[in-house]
């Protein structure tokens, strides 16, 4: 099963340096029977789409707390054997970005990532206000959600997994 996980270049050092992406839990997001009722006339890639989608926007969170970290989002899209991946306990939020959740009961061998998408450098103003207006747009603020959405008005970059390394610097 496709899962993508959000990230940031800190954290994808971490992974690479490691091999791995863990320890479990681990959330994700996949194409989960919520996101498919709710999208009901996407078809498949429509649906990848939108569950990527939503690990983009969970990297916002992750970058806002690690605010050292450098200001692109970042999502690792890895093939999961289908028993690794639940729906998260206690998931209440069945909107947005929660139809698509799932959580990881194992760690993510590097072997089973597939590729990496990240922002390219002209998109970090928009994403470095992106994570400066969340705590806005979560209480409801329509001009910070709108900046938000603005972080998602840039298209993630592709990158083969023997790529990512040189994402990370020498």
Request: no cysteine; aromatic share 6%; net charge negative.
């Amino acid at each position: 099963m496709r899962v993508y996980l959000p990230s940031t270049l800190t954290a994808l050092a971490a992974v690479h340096a490691a091999r791995e992406a863990g320890p479990a839990p681990l959330t994700a997001y996949a194409v989960t029977p919520d996101l498919r009722e709710w999208y009901a006339g996407g078809d498949e890639e429509e649906l990848e789409y939108a569950a990527m989608s939503a690990a983009a926007r969970a990297s916002l969170r992750l970058l806002a707390a690690d605010p050292a970290a450098p200001p692109r989002r970042v999502v690792l899209a890895a093939e999961m054997p289908e028993t690794d991946v639940a729906r998260p306990s206690g998931h209440a939020e069945l909107d947005g970005p929660g139809r698509a959740a799932v959580e990881l009961t194992g760690a993510v061998p590097w072997r089973r990532i597939a590729s990496g998408h990240v922002d390219e450098a002209a998109a970090e103003d928009d994403v470095r206000a992106a994570v400066a207006a969340l705590p806005a747009a979560d209480s409801g603020d329509d001009d910070a959600a709108f900046t938000v959405d603005g972080a998602e008005g840039h298209d993630l970059l592709w990158y083969a997994t023997q790529e990512l390394a040189h994402l990370l610097g020498p």
